[in-house]
């Protein structure tokens, strides 16, 4: 095959064919800048090649086939389409085409083989060609025809340094540092890095992308640093709140990274070219756009664990206006913009075992003016120094561009510079200070900077919801000393929290009163008013326990009352005839307002009495503040709240327990939501926070003037009892004036208040019911203790006798659930460590044979795990095995996260056809004294599967939450309850239970609204103080 003839160029085909391959050429860009002007190289696309081999049913090829080879030599079209494309192009420029009757017959030698190497043949390469450069030639040529495609996994590709790579547009964006920034655009033929939907969305800004070419001597490892930064965080899925990575590659001894194009630049840019929001509805966009960096730093901080119980923490220490990119999404409205993290470069990862509670690295030199204190080197000697750092000191950095932003709202872009201005005006007044702008003096904010918070919160639009709360409840903790600040996925939940409020604010603010009150939950909103207004009741005497109740002396003695759990219940009533409704007009709302703080209290108490009955029944309203300030409300609140803490309940125009009424507020995600403010009485259930023991009597669930004004309280009731120990019978008004009678037990579970005409009526039977009805009685739940639960285990193993369950009913309701135990293993734990052992030794003896997967058993410090075991003896042992290793405090969000989100994951995983194992639902058990660290709630985890429940149109049964709580700290105890019953979300997946309490209930009160109703709570000690326990817990929530 040595001689194959000369290539018949002077053939019209052949000649049309190689001016189309130069005319229709295109060029990479490779210095666009050059002094002698751009340096490009020319490629072919290879698609323009195949639509002209393939146009006009290949008559064009067929021509050049037929002229190639007069004989035919059986030579076909599909020979060179669709896979000798290139080959063919490059032995027809080298005037060896004549060789595709060889190259044809062998995979080696196929597009897909190229490039070839010129100093290393390919595989059947023809030995006798008659011409030694042949290799050499077709080698040189064929780069123009093997431009390589831009397709996912685009990761850590080699291109030798001859590639020609479909970069056709190229400009300098910034150069310094490690890196130069270029804005690139493929070639769309080469662009398969996006799918076509994120092409229509982008139009067209597609194509266009940033190249980050690394340009220092550590260029490799800065590269694969990022690299791996980028490929870890992008294994976590979803919208990670980090710039867009697309690809990694090198070409030579060239080392690139091309990530999304942030079109609208940088936060500085931000803030220099565009105009603060001043919609109520934008600010909070804005603020929530910028949290998502949040998101991002704690997806950094821990992105995974390894099989070993290790995990990978990391840092980013470049945290600064310039590393945030905005991103429009191909929206012209900047409310839709995107803030993403940028520059992994000097982020580092590396694995710790979470059991050490080692998380800090040496510091790599980031950022200098958003620097943490413990950052700063005073002097040139320093500088060389390595420093050991926490990840927090990427919460200071983003403290401090928080802080930037909250100037740029309310002063624009001048007062950014004006605050930027003070802190140099302050940091040159102290004395050997190198730098010449930060935030802190070496060790401590500066006072520029708390000036800079007063001037962005003094004077705000008052249509700002936001901005405010941002400064005081988490801008001012990010600044704070190192091991004062909260992890970045305490904040980021928080800062939902904070979202969440200010937009409910905004919703009360936007519709009138009238209007906000029709529109819930589509109830009518009326209220009863009396004939004629009733005889005041005398004051009752300062016990108010049932003389049978076995805490009734004591109760008496203390001056105080034993605290109870409120129980869910569900009012069906009916209006009586002696009463009239109405809903008040928006001027009688305005009336309201009007009065003092105190008549406002008094005037929104309606009573009714029933006809002959003697018995005055108290409805309770909730007032709303509408069109007054946060401050009117803090007052009137806070005088509510202090009287109730110092003065026992008198009976008057106040009533026996007066109901207070305040703002409606929502516990969630670290921060309050308030909501629309309602009664907690109506059609649907509706759960009433318990009284908190305290210092004078019984004192409302919250005190502090600021929790009140977000939080809403519902009534307190009281049942009055007879000298028999009997109770009185109470009329309930639910949210729609429905009257109804209900009778009232020794466990106070009504939400009216009763009290008779007659100062001896107390000492009288009174009528058994308004009606002639009684309502049926449901029997108490059944209870099993631990130490019953452990004593049934031991009979049963012992005797080696299948000894039938108590109550198998009740167990039958856990069968074919995912059974998960998430157990506190800090320090502050080990009093509790023997008692735990024996309840998780209960529980997991009762629940190994009801999850068809096997038991899991997780640890909030400790990275150890055992999962999908039925083998009781091996979970028991690992827990024992921890007592000696307790150790540093709880994040309970941080674990409580990493479950919860990877349950979500599956959930939303798209169902395979026939797939043989669905997604079970799941009951999670967390044994813990509620002690956590200070910011630490665990309401956003929680918050954020009850939203993911309802777009699944998932019920309650799908999850349960069950806190099993050890020890009797008051302030913790008050946390768990508020995760119980203070939420507020639908559908309630939460419950507590003592540890000292009922088995059935540690097991079913997360699922099932029966025994989620019982009460079981640990008694807890008043505090000294005039300030309640709920008060105390809310302010972590704050």
């Not at 207070?660 to 670290?670: A, C, Y």
């Not at 074919?816 to 293993?825: A, E, G, K, S, T």
């Not at 008051?970 to 639908?986: C, F, V, W």
């Amino acid at each position: 095959m040595s001689d194959l003839g000369q290539q018949p160029d002077f053939q019209a085909s052949i000649q049309s064919f190689l001016s189309f391959l130069d005319r229709s050429s295109c060029f990479e860009v490779i210095e666009p800048e050059s002094l002698d002007g751009p340096t490009r190289t020319a490629f072919t696309v290879r698609d323009k090649v195949q639509e002209y081999l393939e146009g006009n049913d290949q008559e064009r090829l067929k021509q050049i086939i037929a002229d190639l080879f007069p004989r035919g030599d059986g030579i076909w079209p599909n020979d060179i389409l669709p896979n000798n494309i290139a080959v063919f192009c490059t032995l027809l420029k080298t005037s060896k085409s004549r060789w595709i009757k060889h190259f044809r017959h062998h995979e080696s030698l196929s597009d897909a083989k190229l490039p070839f190497d010129p100093k290393s043949p390919p595989p059947n390469w023809p030995e006798d060609t008659g011409d030694p450069d042949f290799l050499k030639k077709f080698c040189e040529e064929q780069w123009k025809y093997c431009v390589p495609v831009f397709r996912q996994p685009f990761v850590d590709k080699h291109f030798s340094k001859q590639t020609i790579l479909p970069i056709v547009y190229k400009r300098s964006l910034s150069s310094g540092g490690s890196a130069t920034l270029w804005l690139i655009r493929l070639h769309p033929a080469y662009n398969k890095l996006l799918s076509e939907a994120e092409k229509v969305r982008l139009k067209d800004s597609a194509d266009t992308f940033v190249l980050k070419t690394y340009i220092t001597a550590a260029a490799a490892t800065t590269y694969a640093r990022e690299v791996e930064a980028f490929r870890r965080l992008q294994q976590q899925g979803g919208d990670t709140g980090i710039i867009g990575f697309h690809g990694s590659f090198t070409r030579g001894d060239e080392h690139h990274v091309l990530l999304e194009y942030a079109d609208k630049g940088t936060l500085e840019d931000y803030f220099k070219n565009e105009t603060p929001p001043v919609d109520p509805e934008e600010i909070i966009n804005f603020w929530e756009a910028l949290f998502k960096i949040l998101d991002a730093l704690s997806r950094i901080h821990l992105t995974n664990t390894d099989g070993a119980g290790r995990s990978h923490i990391g840092w980013h220490q470049d945290v600064k206006p310039e590393n945030i990119l905005v991103v429009s999404n191909g929206s012209t409205n900047s409310n839709e913009w995107q803030f993403k993290l940028a520059d992994l470069g000097t982020s580092h990862f590396k694995k710790v075992d979470a059991s050490r509670q080692d998380s800090t690295a040496s510091d790599s030199y980031g950022t200098r003016t958003y620097g943490a204190p413990e950052c700063y080197r005073p002097d040139e000697t320093s500088v060389r120094d390595k420093l050991r750092v926490g990840q927090n000191v990427d919460i200071w950095s983003l403290g401090c561009v928080y802080s930037e932003a909250a100037r740029w709202v309310k002063n624009h872009y001048k007062g950014v510079v004006q605050y930027r201005d003070e802190r140099t005006d302050e940091i040159s007044k102290i004395a050997e200070f190198q730098d010449a702008d930060c935030f802190h003096d070496g060790s401590k904010v500066l006072i520029a900077v708390r000036e800079s918070h007063r001037k962005s919160t003094t004077n705000l639009r008052t249509e700002d919801y936001i901005t405010k709360v941002v400064v005081d409840r988490m801008i001012t903790d990010m600044l704070e000393v190192a091991l004062a600040r909260p992890t970045a996925a305490t904040l980021w939940y928080k800062s939902k929290g904070i979202v969440s409020e200010a937009r409910n604010q905004l919703q009360l603010a936007t519709f009138p009163s009238g209007e906000r009150r029709a529109s819930r939950s589509g109830l009518s909103r009326s209220r009863t008013v009396p004939e004629h207004k009733p005889p005041s009741p005398p004051v009752p005497p300062p016990d108010f326990s049932p003389p049978d109740s076995p805490d009734s002396e004591r109760s008496h003695q203390r001056g105080s009352w034993t605290p109870y759990r409120p129980k869910r219940i569900s009012t069906h009533s009916r209006i009586s005839s002696n009463h009239r409704s109405e809903s008040p007009s928006p001027n009688e709302m305005e009336e309201r307002q009007g009065h003092s703080p105190n008549s406002i209290a008094e005037d929104s108490q309606w009573t009714a009495q029933s006809p002959g009955s003697g018995v005055q029944q108290r409805a309770v309203d909730i007032p709303r503040f509408a069109g007054r300030g946060d401050a009117f409300a803090r007052e009137t609140t806070k005088r509510t709240s202090q009287n109730s803490l110092s003065t026992p309940p008198q009976v008057g125009m106040s009533g026996m327990g007066t109901s207070r009424e305040h703002d409606s507020m929502t516990m969630m995600n670290g921060g309050y939501q308030r909501g629309a403010r309602k009664r907690y009485s109506g059609n649907s259930e509706s759960y009433c926070p318990s009284p908190i023991l305290g210092q004078a009597g019984a004192s409302r669930r919250s005190s502090s003037p600021d929790e009140i004004d977000h939080r809403e309280l519902p009534p307190k009731s009281h049942s009055q009892y007879n000298s028999q120990g009997e109770a009185s019978h109470s009329r309930i008004v639910s949210g729609n004036s429905d009257l109804s009678t209900m009778t009232s037990t020794g466990a106070h579970h009504s939400y009216t208040e009763t009290f008779t005409s007659s100062p001896h009526s107390q000492h009288q039977p009174l009528p058994a019911t308004v009606n002639n009805s009684t309502p049926p009685v449901t029997p108490p739940p059944e209870r099993w203790s631990v130490e019953e639960a452990l004593d049934w285990k031991s009979e049963r193993k012992e005797t080696r006798k299948h000894r039938a369950i108590p109550n198998p009913q009740l167990h039958d309701r856990l069968r074919n659930r995912d059974h998960v135990f998430l157990i506190d293993d800090s320090a502050g734990m080990e009093p509790h460590w023997k008692s735990l052992i024996k309840v998780f030794e209960a529980l997991t003896y009762i629940l190994k044979d009801v999850d068809p997967n096997g038991l899991d058993l997780f640890f909030t410090i400790c990275r150890e795990t055992l999962k999908k075991t039925k083998k009781t003896t091996s979970l028991v042992d690992m827990v024992k095995s921890r007592s000696k290793l307790l150790k540093g405090t709880t994040d309970m969000n941080l674990r409580l996260s990493e479950i919860l989100d990877t349950y979500q994951t599956e959930l939303e995983k798209p169902k395979p056809f026939l797939r043989k194992k669905p997604v079970l639902p799941m009951n999670l058990y967390i044994l813990t004294d509620g002690i956590w660290e200070p910011n630490c709630d665990a309401a956003g985890p929680i918050t954020n599967l009850v939203n993911k429940l309802n777009k699944l149109d998932k019920g309650r049964l799908q999850v349960g939450i069950q806190f099993i709580s050890f020890g009797n700290n008051a302030e913790a105890i008050d946390r768990l309850n508020i995760l119980d019953s203070g939420l507020g979300l639908k559908p309630d997946i939460v419950d507590h239970e003592p540890s000292n309490g009922n088995v059935w209930k540690m097991l079913l009160g997360s699922t099932n609204d029966y025994y989620d109703s019982q009460d079981e709570r640990p008694q807890v000690t008043p505090t000294t103080s005039g300030e309640s326990n709920s008060v105390m817990v809310a302010k972590q929530y704050s």
